[in-house]
């Protein structure tokens, strides 16, 4: 970036400071989303010190021997869960990028996560896509690659239909429901490579699983998994 466009870009951060993605009042904190009254508020995890997390702990039995990393903590009605709503709702692809650099901030400095080569967003369906104008796990995937480094791939792992509701399946139900919407296209490109799966948010962890579950046979290929807040359930 040059001299003038950074000035460029400074004056018109100063006139139109950008506002917390929760509160949405408050300008935010420099390389934050959220202002300072927010992010006191956010709880951060502790994925990427400890190998042996809660997210990992969450999925054993289920992903063996996948490393995982979720930046946050759900906590309802919290900043994090005001800022995953405007990201999907109130048009705000940008939040999903700036936490998708801090996630690549974190993912560098981590002590044992590889950074992956290939970064696969999980996929929504084109009728999703279309009403809203982007998938924002892209953005989120995007936004780790900003800073990390990785190639995102989006036309790998597709969506090719819509899955019917889930509030009454159980767990088993609800990962065949999600795997049976997933296909893999040209996964000859991901023979042999470091593939980080990244979700926005993970409840009962099915989408994760239905996507591993497509992936893991591709030849050499080690996953990981990264995803925007751990929520319950």
């Known amino acids: 970036m040059s001299h003038i466009q950074t000035l460029g870009k400074d004056a018109i951060s100063f006139i139109f400071p950008r506002t917390c993605a929760s509160c949405e009042t408050e300008p935010s904190l420099e390389e934050s989303v959220f202002c300072f009254g927010c992010s006191l508020k956010v709880s951060s995890t502790d994925h990427f010190s400890v190998a042996d997390n809660q997210l990992r702990f969450r999925l054993a039995g289920r992903i063996p021997d996948v490393q995982a990393a979720a930046l946050y903590n759900f906590i309802k009605g919290g900043a994090v869960q005001r800022a995953i709503h405007q990201i999907k709702y109130r048009n705000r692809p940008d939040i999903a990028h700036d936490l998708g650099k801090h ?131």
């Open 103 to 233: 996630f690549g901030t974190k993912l560098m400095a981590s002590d044992y996560m590889v950074l992956p080569d290939i970064i696969i967003p999980i996929p929504i369906h084109q009728k999703r896509r279309q009403q809203r104008g982007y998938n924002q796990c892209e953005a989120f995937a995007t936004g780790i690659s900003k800073i990390a480094g990785p190639h995102v791939i989006a036309d790998c792992l597709v969506k090719n239909r819509e899955i019917i509701s889930q509030t009454k399946m159980n767990r088993l139900d609800r990962f065949d429901n999600v795997k049976r919407s997933f296909h893999l296209l040209k996964s000859e490109r991901l023979a042999g490579m470091n593939v980080m799966i990244v979700d926005d948010v993970m409840t009962t962890g099915a989408t994760l699983e239905a996507a591993w579950s497509r992936l893991k046979d591709v030849p050499e290929i080690n996953l990981q998994l990264g995803i925007i807040t751990l929520a319950d359930g």
